[in-house]
């Protein structure tokens, strides 16, 4: 039972435009949120986080928004651009697990951003 | 370096072979994770260790999967007789704390024919 989904294995979007990743997830005990960047043949890099008592975070060009009551998160990313090209990953870890944050991953979104 | 690295880059392995993947953290960092991640899928949680101490190895799929952190440090991620579902990368990650965010290193794609 996956408890992290993202349900779009893909997306494309024009330079300039605006790209909404999407992320549901199911364990309630989840306390705080993760986007990560994975380029090919890399590992994932830290994007932005954001904790369950806010429900928005700000970071330049990144957004994510936090829905606690439909267990919805979404990564907005205003100006796109083309170097933005990669799979992100949502992630997820609850404070149930003690001092070990190991996180729960969604499948990842392709995020195709066309010049 | 400044990130963590991770050895080999690439690994081919005859099934039935043992195979050992290393990490190295960045220095100063107590907590250290490691995952695997399936063609096509999330990274999923394998194993956990605060300075030497593995606190948590109920991501482990088998009894044949076998990891250690004796000086705190440097991570030995050891898998032995693998098998065709072996086959996938392994990240290794670390944080100053457990409650911070991870770093990630590139990971090992093990290959087993």
């Known amino acids: 039972d996956q408890q992290v989904k993202q349900n779009s294995p893909s997306l494309s979007v024009q330079e300039g435009r605006i790209s909404i990743l999407n992320c549901d997830y199911t364990?309630?005990?989840?306390?705080?949120f993760l986007w990560y960047k994975k380029y090919p043949a890399e590992g994932p890099t830290f994007l932005i986080s954001?904790?369950?008592?806010?429900d928005k975070n700000e970071d330049g060009r990144f957004t994510v928004f936090l829905n606690k009551s439909a267990k919805h998160l979404s990564l907005h990313i205003v100006p796109s651009q083309p170097g933005d090209s990669a799979v992100y990953f949502c992630?997820?870890?609850?404070?149930?697990?003690?001092?070990?944050?190991?996180?729960?991953f969604g499948s990842g979104t392709q995020l195709t951003v066309l010049p | 370096g400044a990130g963590v690295s991770q050895s080999p880059r690439y690994k081919v392995a005859k099934r039935g072979q043992d195979v050992a993947l290393r990490c190295d953290p960045i220095?100063?960092?107590?907590?250290l994770f490691w995952y695997q991640q399936a063609l096509g899928q999330g990274p999923e949680f394998l194993t956990y260790?605060?300075?030497?101490?593995?606190?948590?190895k109920s991501g482990l799929p088998s009894d044949r999967f076998f990891a250690e952190r004796p000086e705190g440090s440097v991570s030995t991620l050891k898998i032995q007789r693998t098998q065709q579902e072996d086959s996938a990368v392994y990240l290794c990650?670390?944080?100053?704390?457990?409650?911070?965010?991870?770093?990630f290193g590139q990971g090992t794609r093990l290959t087993v024919v």
């Open positions: 954001i904790s369950s008592i806010k």
């Open positions: 260790f605060q300075n030497e101490a593995q606190l948590d």
């Open positions: 990650a670390s944080s100053f704390l457990g409650n911070t965010e991870a770093f």
């Open positions: 992630a997820a870890s609850d404070f149930s697990s003690g001092s070990a944050r190991q996180l729960t």
């Open positions: 364990n309630s005990m989840f306390d705080y």
């Open positions: 220095s100063g960092h107590v907590s």
